[in-house]
């Protein structure tokens, strides 16, 4: 428990140190980069979930980052500006498309899971190439970050920083306490032995739907900020590889544990930049380090605080 705590504290100081000693420097860059992590890193909280948590390898997570961020593009087209409508449309349309491909994709299991949800992302990956008026395959950019009158200014990047870094921390806690309540332990029954939770009079069809409607929540907020971050937003956020990376950040990070998605999340996305710098064939070079973090780090760099 001490260990934990101790990565916590560690990780929360130099995250909040970043943004001054980056200013200092005259290095503005690492405060949009690390800000971007912690999104993604939400939203690698979000699939943790259902993946680490649930047990259940949904390939099709991006869908609510693209969703998310749709919404708030749209609003903005519009003329809606307001951050708090942008957030409450971004979290309520995840969740309501959480709830339809849940519904269908939770009855069945293994690769036939798999194969369902990869189905539904990609017809919403379409629908986006299809939305001429939205700029269809080319995107849209947004034409207003969202305003929450004059509680934080998006359009600084300090302050967008610190709102990352509060709601990445936020998910994080509420994770925590969703997979330690009574519904989590009934969720990891479930994904420990379905029969013998059905024995004991608990059916895992509505608790896995919860949790799959909560994931896509919390990725509709990741997305909402991803839109605000990029100031562009690309019916990519939606592709099956998104969902792939998103997938790979959990697993490199340690499946069911607090701290797994941020550091799958940093580590990933952090060697992929120092790569990306150092040659332009890192793909070749950044496959086979994954592949050895996978077969090295078993229980994934969160083990490593065990």
């Keep these: 428990m001490r260990k934990p705590l101790i990565f916590w504290g560690?990780?929360?100081?130099?995250?909040?140190?970043?943004?001054p000693l980056a200013a200092k420097l005259g290095q503005p860059f690492y405060i949009d980069l690390v800000r971007r992590i912690m999104i993604l890193a939400i939203a690698a909280v979000s699939l943790n979930l259902i993946l680490?948590?649930?047990?259940?390898?949904?390939?099709?997570?991006?869908?609510?980052?693209?969703?998310?961020?749709?919404?708030?593009?749209?609003?903005?087209?519009?003329?809606?500006?307001?951050g708090w409508v942008h957030l409450l449309v971004a979290v309520a349309v995840?969740?309501?498309?959480?709830?339809?491909?849940?519904?269908?994709?939770?009855r069945t299991s293994g690769i036939y899971f798999i194969m369902i949800t990869l189905a539904f992302t990609q017809m919403l990956y379409y629908l986006g190439i299809s939305l001429a008026e939205f700029g269809g395959d080319d995107g849209m950019r947004l034409k207003a970050k969202s305003q929450f009158a004059g509680l934080v200014d998006l359009r600084d990047p300090v302050q967008f920083y610190y709102l990352a870094l509060g709601?990445?921390?936020?998910?994080?806690?509420?994770?925590y306490r969703i997979v330690n309540s009574r519904f989590g332990m009934v969720l990891q029954a479930s994904k420990s032995?379905?029969?013998?939770?059905?024995?004991?009079?608990?059916?895992?069809?509505?608790?896995?739907?919860?949790a799959f409607v909560i994931a896509g929540a919390m990725c509709g907020?990741?997305?909402a900020l991803y839109a605000n971050h990029t100031n562009y937003i690309t019916p990519g956020l939606m592709s099956w590889h998104q969902s792939g990376e998103l997938m790979f950040m959990v697993i490199l990070g340690g499946m069911a544990t607090a701290a797994g998605p941020v550091l799958g999340t940093f580590a990933l996305l952090?060697?992929?930049e120092?790569?990306?710098?150092?040659?332009?064939y890192w793909q070749v070079v950044l496959g086979p380090l994954l592949v050895l973090s996978v077969i090295f780090f078993k229980r994934g760099l969160a083990g490593l605080l065990q």
């Design 167 to 175: 709601v990445m921390l936020l998910f994080v806690y509420l994770t």
């Design 221 to 223: 907020v990741a997305g």
């Design 270 to 272: 952090l060697i992929e």
């Design 193 to 210: 032995n379905e029969a013998r939770s059905r024995a004991i009079g608990f059916s895992p069809y509505p608790y896995r739907l919860a």
């Design 94 to 106: 995840s969740a309501l498309v959480a709830a339809a491909i849940g519904a269908v994709s939770i």
């Design 52 to 82: 680490g948590y649930g047990g259940l390898v949904s390939f099709g997570h991006a869908a609510y980052l693209g969703v998310g961020a749709y919404a708030v593009g749209i609003l903005g087209f519009y003329g809606i500006s307001n």
């Design 274 to 280: 120092v790569l990306k710098g150092w040659t332009q």
């Design 10 to 19: 560690l990780l929360v100081v130099a995250l909040v140190a970043l943004p």
